[in-house]
Nanobody
Framework: QVQLVESGGGLVQPGGSLRLSCAAS????????MGWYRQAPGKQRELVAG???????NYADSVKGRFTMSRDSAKMTGYLQMNSLKPEETAVYYC???????????????WGQGTQVTVSS
């Protein structure tokens, strides 16, 4: 079994910052791509940022220049640094990772349980 556990969410004022973490654990051989998604009430889940195993990143246009995704492969953890947060970015943020549980197996996609981010004064 593979578990992804997000942390770092909370209440922040507009213009503030938060750093989310996604820690992977369990029967893991290798972690490939990782991503952060968010889902606001009444809206579809959307990709916020992604990072490849080599560290190449991509971002939603709305967060470019403000959010930074990184990973620490040794710790099997991904991060999302969020700066200049806006009220409309209030959502549950989910971590996603492609994980192979043994050599030669096709990676499977796993999700965390989500962490609430609320941007409000």
């Amino acid at each position: 079994q593979v578990q992804l556990v997000e942390s770092g969410g909370g209440l922040v004022q507009p213009g503030g910052s938060l750093r989310l973490s996604c820690a992977a654990s369990g029967s893991i051989f290798s972690i490939y791509a990782m991503g952060w998604y968010r889902q606001a009430p009444g809206k579809q889940r959307e990709l916020v940022a992604g990072i490849t195993v080599r560290g190449n990143t991509n971002y939603a246009d709305s967060v470019k220049g403000r959010f930074t995704m990184s990973r620490d492969s040794a710790k099997m953890t991904g991060y999302l640094q969020m700066n200049s947060l806006k009220p409309e970015e209030t959502a549950v943020y989910y971590c996603n990772a492609e994980v192979a549980t043994a050599r030669g197996l096709i990676p499977y996609e796993y999700w965390g349980q989500g962490t609430q981010v609320t941007v409000s004064s």
